[in-house]
C-alpha cells in the first residue's frame, strides 16, 4: 500500500526552509535543540545544511532524548571508512567531534544511560561514553546493523542478511532469543525504528512495487497484537534515490530519514511527523 502525502502546492504556505544554523524562535524548539534549526513542514527538507552536510555522505540519525546531542555516520573522502560523529552545544557553538573507535549505527537509550551501536554499545558515565562493550547471549554473534529499543527495553533489531527484523523481550531481567516479527516483509529488510510505545514499526525495504531502491515503510500494531500491512511512506518521502533509517524525534514531532544518491554521497532529511498519525488506524 502506498501513501501519497499533500501536494507541495497545498503546503507551500506551511513550508518552512531553513539553510542557517542560527536559532529559531518557533514555539518548541529552542537553540539548545535540534541544532538550532528551524521547524519543517509537511515536505522533507536537508536537516541543518549548513551544520552537518558535507559532500560525502551523512546517515543514520539519532538525538538524544533531551535533544541537546545529535549523532549520524559520514562516510566518503577522508572518511575511509563509516565514521560516527556527534554535534554538541560547547561555548555557546555547535560543534562536531568523532567518537572513536566504533561506528555502528547510532540510537541513544530513552533513559539516555546507553548508546546502542548495532551490534556494540556504550554506556554513559560521569566523564563521557565508556569503552566500546559487545552484547551478551544471545545477541552476541548477531550481525545486528541497526538495534533500536522501545521504552519497557524490548529490542528490535535487523542483521547484515536476508532475515526478517526480529526482537528481544527483557523477562523478569533476561534477554530471551530473539524472535522474527510477524510483518509482511519484503526480500531486504533493514534499519528498524520501533516506537517508544510499540505502536508502530519503520523500516527500509526493497521490493519491486517500490520506487526503485530502497524505500521507506511502516506498519501498525492492531488491537489484536498482530501488525498491519506495510504502508509505502509515499513518493514525497521515497524517490528513485535509495531512501534508508527512518526514525522519530525523542519528542515525537519530527520524522528523519537518509537519501543516498550512489556511492558514498547522500544526506540527512527531516519533516514533521504528523503524517504518521495520519496513517494510523482509527
Known amino acids: 500500500m502506498k501513501f501519497q502525502l499533500p501536494s507541495i502546492a497545498t503546503l507551500l504556505g506551511c513550508l518552512f526552509i531553513s539553510f542557517t544554523s542560527s536559532a529559531t524562535d518557533e514555539p518548541g524548539i529552542g537553540n539548545d535543540q535540534y541544532l538550532g534549526q528551524k521547524p519543517p513542514g509537511l515536505v522533507p527538507e536537508l536537516f541543518a545544511p549548513d551544520l552537518i552536510k558535507t559532500e560525502h555522505r551523512e546517515a543514520a540519525a539519532a538525538f538524544s ?43 541513544v537509550s530513552l533513559d539516555n544511560k546507553r548508546l546502542y551501536l548495532g551490534r556494540k554499545f556504550r554506556e554513559r558515565t560521569s566523564s563521557g561514553w565508556s569503552e ?20 519497557n527495553g524490548t529490542w528490535f533489531f535487523d542483521e547484515a542478511s536476508e532475515a526478517p527484523i526480529r526482537y528481544s523481550r527483557l523477562i523478569d531481567g533476561k534477554r530471551e532469543e530473539p524472535r522474527d516479527l510477524d510483518i509482511e516483509f519484503g526480500p531486504w529488510n533493514a534499519h528498524p525504528y520501533i516506537a517508544p510505545d510499540e505502536s508502530y514499526l519503520i523500516w527500509d525495504d526493497q521490493r519491486e512495487s517500490g520506487n526503485g531502491g530502497p524505500d521507506l515503510y511502516i506498519s ?5 497484537n498482530s501488525w498491519g500491512e506495510a504502508i509505502h511512506l509515499g513518493d514525497e518521502i521515497n524517490t528513485e534515490y535509495n531512501e534508508a533509517y527512518g526514525s522519530v524525534s525523542p519528542d515525537g514531532k519530527y520524522f528523519f530519514f537518509h537519501r543516498s544518491y550512489g556511492g558514498d554521497t547522500g544526506d540527512i532529511y527531516w519533516m514533521d ?3 504518521i498519525n495520519e496513517l494510523r488506524p482509527q
Not at 83 to 90: A, C, E, G, N, S
Not at 135 to 147: K, T, V, W, Y
Request: glycine share 6%.
Open 273 to 275: 511527523a504528523q503524517f
Open 132 to 151: 566500546v562493550q559487545s552484547h551478551a547471549e544471545p545477541l552476541s554473534d548477531l550481525p545486528i546493523m541497526r538495534m533500536t529499543v522501545s521504552s
Open 65 to 107: 532524548p533531551d535533544l541537546k546531542e545529535f549523532y549520524f555516520r559520514r562516510r566518503g573522502g577522508e572518511y575511509e571508512r563509516n565514521t560516527l560523529v556527534v554535534v554538541r552545544k560547547t561555548n555557546g557553538q555547535w560543534t562536531e567531534s568523532v567518537l572513536p573507535p566504533w561506528a555502528g549505527e547510532p540510537f
Open 220 to 224: 501498525f500494531r492492531q488491537k489484536d
